[in-house]
């Protein structure tokens, strides 16, 4: 797994905001491109350090703990103040781990942002990837550089972060109409919230998890595990990153998305009786006939439906397990889709047409589709070698090196996430090759006609560690006899 897929899954945990995630995501790429060992390049200039050779210094002893506060920024937030430093160096000695442990430092910026109570506030609840940004920037952060040139950088760096992991597509050609686009932002605004056994969409509180640890003694311990206040973590709920968020379980997420945003009550108080009762749907059916419609889908198991979701549309699904979460019809064993009665007309679903599902693909696979993957990959500068249908080893790298580029798990799998990323690449670079083809020609720059017998002026730049600019500084004012 790659840093930024490592560090979106450990702080979107204790988030539960994509937003907030992302804004500060991109803060921290900003300061140390997600390189946990990453030590500030004016320092590294000045002092021959290398990012590896100072981390190994620091934990052999070669830099002291009174050495390592030295004023150079270190690390994923880059610390850089001497007290920040000393405690992030105790805190690495406690763990008995590398100052360099990206695990380390990530519970380590959490403590610290449990002080920053404000900031902390703002990425648990912000609206948008700047809104998060912003905040860490100004209230935690607190570079030099708080311009508004500054600021929009460190949010573009987030909305890229964000753009990636949330596998969102620049268009989609799913079929909606009011209430389905209603369900399906509904349903992205919902991401991150709790997975509760026997939940409708309660606020999440100790005394909800309490009343349906009662309901349901057979899940009380996960009940009370994945609540920081109940499992002893924490003396109250005002740093849980489910505070005044809602909680459900996987039918009553798809039954309090269709209420609230539609108006469309399912009945039935589980997954199997929901999808058993005929009144509650348009059509249902096996899950290769489903429409390219918002519907719900189940995973059909031992029996009965063992799980339900939401599918929004092109084969991706937004589900609740564990807590509210994306995922894709081709990656998970769905068997069944089901039209909620009163979300579409007959007429619109029949405009809808099937989903386009592509299928999944690994070494081994051949045709079409493979052929196809081959093209694009290669269109995206991933070479796969000989365009010829074949998933062999070369694709292989090719897909894995697509993944690791694009902060995907690489594992080598085509799968409908790693479908949709290189879709969404397609498009950008599509998109990038017109804006280009539109462009006019630039003018030719003529070389500036320099006069006969003179030489032509270079300037040459160079730079010199601060302490030696402002003795030079000092020098030249007594030697040209200037005060202050």
């Given at each position: 797994?790659?840093?930024e897929?490592i560090?979106?899954a450990?702080?979107?945990?204790?988030?539960?905001?994509e937003?907030g995630?992302?804004?500060?995501?991109?803060?921290?790429?900003?300061?140390?491109?997600?390189r946990p060992?990453?030590?500030?390049?004016?320092?590294?200039?000045?002092?021959?350090?290398?990012?590896?050779?100072?981390?190994?210094?620091?934990?052999?002893?070669?830099?002291?703990?009174e050495?390592?506060?030295?004023?150079?920024g270190?690390?994923?937030?880059q610390?850089?103040?001497?007290?920040?430093?000393?405690?992030?160096y105790?805190?690495?000695?406690?763990?008995g781990?590398?100052i360099?442990?990206?695990?380390?430092?990530?519970?380590?910026?959490?403590?610290?942002?449990?002080?920053y109570?404000?900031?902390l506030?703002?990425?648990?609840?912000?609206?948008?990837?700047?809104?998060?940004s912003?905040?860490?920037l100004?209230?935690?952060?607190?570079?030099?550089?708080?311009?508004?040139?500054?600021?929009e950088a460190?949010a573009?760096?987030g909305?890229?972060?964000?753009?990636?992991?949330?596998g969102?597509?620049d268009?989609?050609?799913?079929?909606?109409?009011?209430?389905a686009e209603?369900?399906v932002?509904?349903?992205e605004?919902?991401?991150?919230?709790?997975?509760?056994?026997g939940?409708?969409?309660?606020?999440?509180?100790?005394?909800i998890?309490?009343q349906?640890?009662?309901y349901?003694?057979?899940?009380?311990?996960?009940?009370?595990?994945?609540?920081?206040?109940?499992?002893?973590?924490?003396?109250?709920?005002?740093?849980?990153?489910?505070?005044?968020?809602?909680?459900?379980?996987?039918?009553?997420?798809?039954?309090?998305?269709?209420?609230?945003?539609?108006g469309?009550?399912?009945?039935?108080?589980?997954?199997?009786?929901?999808?058993?009762?005929?009144?509650?749907?348009?059509?249902?059916?096996?899950?290769?006939?489903?429409p390219n419609?918002?519907?719900?889908?189940?995973?059909?198991?031992?029996?009965?439906?063992?799980?339900?979701?939401l599918?929004?549309?092109?084969?991706?699904?937004?589900?609740?397990?564990?807590?509210v979460?994306?995922?894709?019809?081709?990656?998970?064993?769905?068997?069944?889709?089901?039209?909620?009665?009163?979300?579409?007309?007959?007429e619109?679903?029949?405009e809808?047409?099937?989903?386009?599902?592509?299928?999944?693909l690994?070494?081994?696979?051949?045709?079409?589709?493979?052929?196809?993957?081959?093209?694009?990959?290669?269109?995206?500068?991933?070479?796969?070698?000989?365009?010829?249908?074949?998933?062999?080893?070369?694709?292989?790298?090719?897909?894995?090196?697509?993944?690791?580029a694009?902060?995907?798990?690489a594992?080598?799998?085509?799968?409908?996430?790693?479908?949709q990323?290189?879709?969404?690449?397609?498009?950008?670079k599509?998109?990038?090759?017109?804006?280009?083809?539109?462009?006019?020609?630039?003018e030719?720059?003529?070389?500036?006609?320099?006069?006969?017998?003179?030489?032509?002026?270079?300037?040459?730049?160079f730079?010199l560690?601060?302490d030696?600019?402002?003795?030079?500084?000092?020098?030249?004012?007594?030697?040209l006899?200037?005060?202050?």
């Amino acid at each position: 797994m790659s840093n930024e897929e490592i560090i979106w899954a450990w702080l979107s945990e204790r988030i539960g905001n994509e937003y907030g995630v992302a804004g500060l995501m991109g803060n921290l790429q900003a300061e140390s491109g997600l390189r946990p060992n990453n030590l500030e390049n004016r320092y590294a200039d000045a002092s021959g350090w290398t990012d590896e050779g100072y981390t190994a210094a620091v934990d052999c002893g070669a830099i002291t703990r009174e050495m390592f506060q030295d004023g150079a920024g270190y690390g994923l937030a880059q610390w850089t103040y001497w007290s920040r430093k000393r405690d992030l160096y105790d805190f690495a000695k406690s763990q008995g781990v590398s100052i360099g442990d990206l695990g380390m430092q990530l519970a380590y910026l959490w403590a610290e942002l449990k002080q920053y109570g404000a900031v902390l506030t703002t990425l648990m609840n912000a609206k948008s990837v700047r809104e998060a940004s912003d905040a860490v920037l100004v209230g935690y952060e607190k570079p030099a550089n708080q311009s508004k040139e500054n600021r929009e950088a460190r949010a573009r760096m987030g909305q890229a972060i964000y753009d990636r992991r949330t596998g969102r597509k620049d268009e989609k050609g799913v079929k909606l109409n009011e209430k389905a686009e209603a369900c399906v932002k509904l349903a992205e605004e919902k991401l991150g919230d709790p997975y509760v056994y026997g939940a409708w969409g309660d606020p999440c509180t100790v005394k909800i998890r309490k009343q349906y640890a009662g309901y349901n003694p057979a899940y009380k311990g996960k009940i009370y595990g994945a609540c920081p206040v109940l499992d002893g973590e924490e003396p109250d709920c005002t740093y849980c990153k489910w505070n005044g968020h809602l909680c459900y379980d996987c039918r009553g997420f798809t039954h309090y998305i269709l209420k609230t945003a539609a108006g469309i009550k399912l009945d039935g108080a589980g997954a199997t009786s929901q999808y058993d009762k005929a009144a509650n749907w348009e059509e249902k059916g096996n899950i290769s006939k489903m429409p390219n419609a918002v519907c719900c889908v189940f995973k059909y198991k031992d029996g009965k439906m063992s799980h339900t979701g939401l599918h929004i549309g092109d084969g991706m699904i937004i589900h609740c397990s564990t807590i509210v979460k994306r995922g894709a019809v081709s990656d998970t064993t769905w068997t069944h889709y089901a039209v909620p009665k009163g979300l579409y007309t007959a007429e619109e679903l029949k405009e809808a047409g099937a989903v386009k599902m592509k299928p999944t693909l690994k070494s081994g696979s051949s045709g079409d589709a493979v052929r196809e993957l081959q093209e694009d990959l290669k269109g995206l500068g991933f070479d796969p070698g000989t365009v010829d249908g074949k998933f062999g080893t070369k694709t292989r790298e090719a897909v894995m090196a697509f993944q690791l580029a694009y902060g995907l798990t690489a594992d080598g799998i085509v799968g409908g996430v790693t479908w949709q990323e290189i879709e969404k690449q397609q498009s950008l670079k599509n998109k990038k090759d017109a804006a280009e083809q539109d462009k006019a020609p630039p003018e030719e720059e003529k070389p500036e006609e320099k006069p006969e017998g003179k030489e032509e002026e270079k300037m040459i730049m160079f730079m010199l560690p601060e302490d030696l600019v402002r003795e030079l500084y000092e020098y030249l004012k007594k030697l040209l006899g200037e005060g202050d």
